[in-house]
């Protein structure tokens, strides 16, 4: 019997994505997210806005084929009781070092509502966290663990990042999107591909070559 079973498991499992605003999901991991739908439930976690954007925010999960949870606020205590209610395999959330405040404070809390939970339930497996502006943190640019082939899924990640239309998505968030799945594509083999950096859970690394 394997130490730890679902590390056995080929192909995508059960993923939550926790992040500081509606379209994050979308523009950093949209594609994986979309992907895994299609054989593991998905959740995204993100917190409430104003009427427009928690509306932009039901859609874009939609198109995902994701399960949407909207809290008042990502605090550890609501993050952790996510964990426990959800369980999920593979937890999906910004970089600790994000160059945006927001993005920084909500890997923190996921990072304080981990150990708990993982006690309680066994999981997480694995955490990873994603892609930020341009791939630079504040302590320069991103190292991922793991480049996710997303050429099958990148028009439906598109399409969910088009929901947020109260955003600057063609200017800005799109054509970022594009260069930086065209980037980590030409770096891993892909036309388009999604960047994660693995985290250790309670000291230990994930030992497989998917999320």
């Known amino acids: 019997m394997p130490r730890n079973p679902d590390d056995q498991l080929i192909g995508p ?18 594609g994986t997210l979309a992907l895994h739908a299609q054989h593991a439930p998905v959740h995204i976690a993100v917190p409430l806005h ?8 039901k859609a ?19 993050i952790q ?4 209610q959800v369980k999920p395999h593979v937890v999906i959330t910004h970089p600790v070092l994000d160059t945006h405040a927001e993005h920084r404070h909500t890997a923190e809390a996921v990072l304080e509502a981990l150990p708990e939970a993982k006690i309680e339930t066994g ?11 341009n791939s630079l943190t504040l302590t ?14 990148f028009d439906t990640k598109m399409k969910a990042l088009r929901c947020h239309e109260s955003q600057p998505i063609d200017k ?11 980037l980590w594509g030409r770096r891993s083999g892909a036309d ?14 994930p030992g497989v070559a998917h999320l």
């Open 60 to 78: 874009g999960a939609a198109v995902l084929g994701a399960t949407l949870h909207q809290v008042a606020e990502l605090t550890p205590s609501a």
């Open 13 to 30: 499992q059960s993923v939550l994505a926790v992040f500081a605003h509606p379209d994050d999901a979308e523009l950093w991991a949209g």
């Open 192 to 205: 388009f591909a999604e960047a994660f950096t693995a985290l250790p859970v309670l000291g230990r690394l």
């Open 81 to 84: 009781a996510l964990l426990v």
């Open 172 to 182: 800005h968030f799109g054509p970022m999107a594009k260069d930086l799945a065209r």
């Open 123 to 133: 999981r997480p497996r694995r955490v990873y966290t994603c892609d930020t502006y």
């Open 50 to 57: 104003d009427p427009v954007r928690d509306a932009e925010a």
């Open 140 to 153: 320069g640019p991103l190292t991922p663990t793991r480049m996710v082939d997303v050429t099958s899924t």
